[in-house]
């Protein structure tokens, strides 16, 4: 892939807080994409909360900021340092998430900041489980069968339609965190609250469950030419 010559300073968040056999993949892959964006040329701004990490080291970006990952400060630094891209996809579930909050806010558009590696709109079709739904109805892929919900009420209703059990999963959550088999509707008022709690939208899906299933995991990766 050629480089971009629209591009002199590049953006990049971290995935925050690292937790025992979770989430050191950012740092490293964060590591190299200081390193290797660099090289070319580029200019680097890195943003992470989290100290204790490699890509925070000093001499790794032009400028670090360790900082809270969250809507009002990633607005300052980018109106301070103008960026021309944000590369977010380094940084896991909350440099998605907040690439999104920064989108829906307007402030990318207002600095005039591209967003590289991956698009605003995929981040939604990946993350928010309607419109994911949406997604796999439309290509035709056959999906168990579920409903949204916004509320404990709202889930009861669509658990006792679909039959127990069934699983529940939050919107724009890392790995499943908040979501979880329920058997009975007592455990599910317990999980459903704490997944529309950790969902940035406050929503969550309930699903039929197809525990006992063989899983097989197949993954592709392409460019924005759809070479794979």
């Known amino acids: 892939m050629p480089k971009?010559?629209?591009?002199?300073?590049v953006m990049i968040i971290?995935?925050?807080?690292?937790?025992?056999?979770?989430?050191?993949?950012?740092?490293?892959?964060?590591?190299?994409a200081c390193k290797a964006l660099r090289k070319l040329g580029y200019k680097i701004v890195l943003v992470n909360s989290n100290p204790a990490t490699i890509m925070t080291d000093p001499g790794m970006a032009d400028a670090t900021y360790i900082e809270p990952l969250n809507?009002?400060?990633?607005?300052?630094?980018?109106?301070?340092?103008?960026?021309?891209?944000?590369?977010?996809?380094?940084?896991?579930?909350?440099a998605l998430n907040l690439?999104?909050?920064?989108?829906?806010?307007?402030?990318?558009?207002?600095?005039?900041?591209?967003?590289?590696?991956?698009?605003?709109?995929?981040?939604?079709?990946?993350?928010?489980?309607?419109?994911?739904?949406?997604?796999?109805?439309?290509?035709?892929?056959?999906?168990?069968?579920?409903?949204?919900?916004?509320?404990?009420?709202?889930a009861e209703k669509i658990a006792e339609e679909l039959g127990y059990p069934v699983i529940i999963r939050p919107a724009y959550t890392m790995g499943g965190t908040g979501g979880g088999a329920v058997f009975n509707v007592e455990e599910l008022r317990t999980i459903a609250a704490r997944g529309l709690s950790v969902s940035l939208v406050g929503q969550i899906l309930v699903e039929e469950s197809v525990i006992g299933w063989e899983e097989?995991?197949?993954?592709?990766?392409r460019d924005a030419k759809s070479q794979k």
Do not use: H, W
Request: charged share 30%.
């Open 14 to 32: 971290g995935s925050g807080p690292i937790v025992i056999g979770q989430a050191c993949e950012f740092d490293y892959s964060g590591t190299q």
């Open 71 to 94: 809507l009002q400060t990633m607005t300052k630094i980018i109106e301070k340092e103008r960026p021309d891209a944000l590369l977010p996809n380094l940084g896991g579930q909350s």
């Open 4 to 9: 971009r010559n629209d591009i002199k300073k």
């Open 99 to 154: 690439s999104s909050e920064l989108a829906s806010a307007g402030v990318l558009k207002k600095y005039g900041v591209k967003v590289i590696g991956v698009q605003i709109d995929a981040i939604k079709r990946g993350e928010d489980r309607g419109a994911f739904k949406e997604t796999m109805n439309r290509l035709g892929i056959e999906m168990p069968k579920s409903e949204l919900a916004f509320n404990i009420e709202e």
């Open 216 to 221: 097989l995991e197949l993954e592709v990766v």
